[in-house]
């Protein structure tokens, strides 16, 4: 077998393993909805969540929520409302300020979505069943990047190490 290159750059490699890690599980979800007739995007049960908790939401909120772009959420959104999975209107009190909420056709088929995204959390469960430490790892490490950001830090050690 053919070894990986990504795994033998060590460190080096990170950031391009957790890319095509992502990828694979993105191409993989789309290949499962294809295959289950559903027509929704892979990110998308992000705000088909939200919202059921919570039934209406702005798109500044849901970006917040997500930590997300305001760019990125209104393309997902815009595209959702092509679809006819939310209604977009503007708020009451601030006609600046666009509220979403999830359409009937997406209550109709939230019970399918739930099924299928269960499934998924069980299969990834399965999955991670050797490594325990996996979402507090993740979480250690968002944390970090969130607080003093790789390019901060790769900056600093650039500048104090002569490199």
């Known amino acids: 077998m053919e070894t990986d290159f990504l795994v033998g750059l060590e460190y080096l490699g990170v950031t391009a393993r957790i890319k095509r890690l992502s990828d ?4 993989s979800i789309k290949e499962l909805y294809k295959q289950l007739g559903i027509t929704i995007e892979p990110s998308w049960h992000l ?3 939200i919202l059921k908790d919570q039934k209406k939401i702005s798109m500044f909120d ?3 929520r997500l930590h997300l772009s305001r760019p990125a959420i209104t393309k997902m959104i815009k595209k959702m409302a092509e679809l006819d999975y939310v209604l977009i209107a503007s708020d009451q009190s601030d006609s600046r300020k666009k509220m979403v909420v999830l359409s009937e056709k997406a209550q109709n088929n939230l019970v399918t979505f739930e099924r299928v995204w269960n ?8 999955m991670l069943q050797d490594n325990p430490h996996f979402l507090s ?3 250690k490490l968002e944390k970090q990047q969130r607080a003093f950001s790789f390019d901060e830090r790769a900056l600093q050690i650039y500048h104090s190490a002569g490199l």
């Open 24 to 27: 694979t599980f993105f191409y």
């Open 62 to 64: 849901l970006a917040k």
């Open 119 to 126: 499934a998924g959390q069980l299969a990834v469960q399965a």
């Open 137 to 139: 790892s993740l979480e």
């Open 47 to 49: 705000v088909f969540l």
